[in-house]
Every structure is written in C-alpha cells, then in structure tokens.
C-alpha cells in the first residue's frame, strides 16, 4: 500500500514486486542506483547498488513512511474511521526525487492510463539505460536527455507537442526543480508552477510522492471527485468544488483521505461512455 503508488502501471520498467518484496530503480544526486526491499518477519531487508546506493539506504526511514504520521487524520465519518483502521500500514513514501516523479505526472496529463503507461514505458525503452545491480531494470532518461531532446523525437513515444515542451523544459530546469524536495508544500508547489505546463494537478502529483505531503490534494482528476463524491455523501458524480467541500475538515490531510478512498475499493456507479485511449503516434 505504502509504495504501490510509485509503479506506473504493471509493465514499469523501474520496478518490479515479488511476492518477497521489491525491486527499485532510481536516479539519485550521487547517480544511479538499484535498492532491493525484502520482508523478512517483521523488518525489512534493504539491499542497494550503484554510485547512488548509500544515499538511497539513508533516506530508507523515509522511503518506506516511516516518518509519516498516519495518526494526524481525525476522521469524523464511521467510513473513514473504519478505513483509518483497518488500513493501518497505509503511509505516504517520501522519495526524495522530484524530477523523476514530474515526468510520468506530465505523461499522464489529460490522457488514459493506457495510454500514458505506454508513452512512459516507451521513453524509458527507447532514452533510458540499464539500471546497476543484478536484475533487468531500467533507470528513467536523465534531464539532460529529456532537455536535449527534440519534439519529433518524443512524437513517435505517444507525446504530443504540449506535454513533449513541458518534459523538455523540466530536464532544463532540473536542478531548480530537485530544489523542491527540501521545501515546504507550499513553496515546493510553488517551485513546481514556475514551469509552464506543470499546474496544480501535476504539482499535487509529485508533492504526494516527492516531498510524501498527505494533503497534496489533485484538483482536476477526472475520478478523485467522483469517488470523494460518493464515499463521503452518496452523490454519483461530484465536482472540484463539491469535492473540497467535503474534504475541507480534512485539511492538512485531504491526499490521505482519498487513498484510504482509493485503497477501500469503493468506486462510484459508471455512467455513459469511458475515455478512450487514442495512438498520438499514429497522428
């Protein structure tokens, strides 16, 4: 629960779970770096390569949620209440890494997961490299690559021109925008805006992830309101605003509602057509 959000659908060619643990690729500020997770009774075995290794096993604590505080959520509704409970391991991962969380954020911006978990898979095939340690991972493309980049190279991925720029333009600022990972929400998310293209959802994305901030709440997803919408009022369909009314005694923790939400199992009735994935390469 705690580091499934980090894999981009089952084909993440920077992960991978086993039924002993998990497997992680990642680019550091000391460079690339393989982490390997195991459960062993109640501890957990880490296990790290690359020139990245020492700085992955010493942010650990924060990487598994250890310094998150679930207990900080007083939920009023016997629904939360119960989910707070009996979903007790859920924490929020803090890795440390801003750019590496943007650029799926940015691929995900206003298509299907189909289609994103395929632009993104693609551009680690085609711009990424081998990742160190002992199993086929691969590490994400570096900024400078994603800066140097052209826009005809990132079309035939399935990245049109307007989140093509935004990626080129995140390698360019790379070492401003891993800045972010030391802020504070408010000025991490204001850091994060400064690039045309990154806007409050992208933000709230790499905040939940980078910086582990339970409250990092993405105004303009096409479920979350729905689902908030209906797990906390019985309304099939909800709004941005209707959705920040009913999470507005949760502030500070908004995010952690929404993946206890998430992690419930509750979905909202479906109604209407699904979004369908399209092939921007083909275009």
């Excluded at 981009?8 to 002993?20: N, W």
């Excluded at 598994?64 to 007790?88: H, K, W, Y």
């Excluded at 991962?93 to 289609?115: D, F, H, M, N, Y």
């Excluded at 797990?231 to 509602?257: I, K």
């Amino acid at each position: 629960m705690t580091l499934g959000p980090l894999a981009h659908g089952a084909g993440d060619p920077t992960l991978r779970f086993d039924r002993h643990g998990i497997w992680r690729a990642t680019r550091t500020p000391l460079g690339p770096a393989t982490i390997r997770l195991s459960v062993v009774g109640r501890a957990i075995d880490a296990e790290a390569w690359g020139p990245g290794a020492a700085w992955l096993l010493e942010g650990l604590p924060a990487f598994l949620g250890a310094e998150d505080e679930p207990s900080a959520l007083r939920p009023t509704q016997p629904l939360l209440r119960a989910l707070a409970g009996r979903l007790r391991g859920l924490r929020f991962s803090r890795t440390r890494v801003v750019v590496e969380a943007l650029v799926p954020a940015v691929i995900e911006q206003k298509v299907t997961g189909t289609e994103a978990r395929r632009a993104y898979r693609a551009l680690i095939a085609r711009y990424g490299e081998a990742a160190p340690g002992p199993v086929d991972l691969r590490l994400p493309p570096t900024p400078q690559t994603l800066g140097a980049l052209p826009y005809h190279a990132y079309h035939p991925l399935g990245l049109e021109k307007r989140r093509a720029d935004t990626l080129r333009r995140i390698g360019r600022h790379a070492d401003l925008l891993e800045e972010a990972a030391a802020l504070g929400p408010a000025l991490a998310d204001a850091r994060l805006q400064l690039i045309p293209g990154v806007g409050p959802w992208t933000s709230a994305e790499v905040r939940r992830t980078a910086l582990g901030d339970p409250d990092a709440l993405s105004v303009g997803d096409y479920h979350v309101p729905n689902l908030v919408a209906w797990a906390l009022a019985g309304e099939a369909r909800g709004s941005d605003a209707r959705m920040l009314e009913l999470l507005e005694p949760y502030r500070g923790q908004r995010a952690r509602v929404v993946r206890l939400l998430e992690a419930s199992g509750l979905r909202p009735p479906r109604f209407g057509p699904r979004m369908m994935p399209r092939s921007i390469a083909a275009i």
